[in-house]
C-alpha cells in the first residue's frame, strides 16, 4: 500500500513541477502537459522497489526555454541499487520538448560521435588512438544519446550506469563545449545557444 501511495506523490509531484516549469514564463494561461513528459510521469512497472526516491533539479530557465533533470535512485533487491537520470530541454513559449534533432544539422551525427567519444577518451585518460573499449567502456564506438542537455558552457549528453560502460563508472556526462559545436548547431541550436550563455 505504501508503494503505491508513493507512487501516486510522485507522479502528481512531477507533473506539477511540470506545470510549473512551463507555466513560469508561458505566454499562454494554460499549461498543457508535454508528452514525454506526461508518459515519463507513469509509475515504474515491473517488481516493488525495497527504496525508492526522486528528485529534480532545474538547471537552465530563459525566456524561451527551460531545462531539467528528474534523477531516480531505488533498489529492488540485489547486489546494489540503480540510479537513472532523464534530462528534459523545453520550450516554454511551445509547450513541447526540444530534441536533439532538433537543434543539431542534419548529417551532423559523425562529426558529433566524434567530439563525444574524443571527450570520453579525455573522461577516462585514453590517447586519442586507443580504442574506446580498452578503457572502461563496452564497445570501440558509442551511440550519441537524446538523453541531452543546454548548460551555461556546452551541450552535455548523458548515460546512465550499464549504458555504455559498468556500473562501477556510475552515471557518465560530458560536456562538449559550444565553440566545438558551432557548425554542427543549427540556426535553432545556435540561438539557444547564445540565450543560455547570456543567462
Known sequence: MYYIIKMKINKLVFALLAALVLGACSSSPKVS???????DAEPPQGPK???????????ISTPSLVVFNWHRDYYS????????????????????TIRR?????PGSEGQLQELIESALRKRDKLESYEALSSGVYFEDTVEITDNYFFSRTGVGFHWDPYEI????????????????????LN?????????????
Open 77 to 96: 533487491g540485489g547486489a546494489h541499487g540503480m540510479q537513472e537520470k532523464t534530462w528534459y530541454v523545453i520550450d516554454k513559449k511551445a509547450n513541447e
Open 165 to 184: 560502460a559498468p556500473y562501477s563508472e556510475g552515471i557518465i556526462e560530458i560536456i562538449l563545449p559550444y565553440g566545438d559545436l558551432r557548425s554542427l
Open 33 to 39: 502537459p508535454v508528452p514525454s513528459i506526461e508518459e
Open 49 to 59: 522497489y525495497l527504496e525508492y526516491s526522486e528528485n529534480y533539479e532545474v538547471t
Open 101 to 105: 534533432s532538433d537543434v543539431f544539422k
Open 187 to 199: 540556426q535553432k541550436g545556435l540561438a539557444l545557444a547564445e540565450e543560455v550563455q547570456k543567462g
